[in-house]
């Protein structure tokens, strides 16, 4: 199993900053991406930004240059620094990571979910 734990939302004002934390724990062999998505109430789940195990990143539109994600591969972590941070920014936001893990003799993939962490954008 693998498992991933968010931690770093909060209540912020217009225009402020937040820094979102991403750990994974388990049994795996190697992870893959590890990315950030969110839902907004009444809305489906989307992509905010991922990540490679070589550092190549890929951002939704409405980042436009907000948003930076990062990784520690050594502490199997991923970051989102979110600045000029909206309203409309106002969701929950999920970790994301795939790679593959041993199962017994067998190598399988894997694909987890965090259990999200709530970013409320307000005055």
């Known amino acids: 199993q693998v498992q991933l734990v968010e931690s770093g939302g909060a209540l912020v004002q217009p225009g402020g900053s937040l820094r979102l934390s991403c750990t994974a724990s388990?049994?795996?062999?190697?992870?893959?991406?590890m990315g950030w998505h969110r839902q907004a109430p009444g809305k489906q789940r989307e992509l905010v930004a991922t990540?490679?195990?070589?550092?190549?990143?890929n951002y939704a539109d409405f980042v436009q240059g907000r948003f930076t994600i990062s990784r520690d591969n050594a502490k199997n972590t991923v970051y989102l620094q979110m600045n000029g941070l909206k309203p409309e920014d106002t969701a929950v936001y999920y970790c994301?990571?795939?790679?593959?893990?041993?199962?017994?003799?067998?190598?399988?993939?894997?694909?987890?979910w965090g259990q999200g962490t709530q970013v409320t954008v307000s005055s």
């Open positions: 994301n990571a795939d790679g593959n893990r041993w199962l017994g003799d067998i190598v399988a993939n894997f694909n987890s």
């Open positions: 388990g049994t795996f062999r190697i992870i893959n991406t």
């Open positions: 990540i490679t195990s070589g550092g190549s990143t």
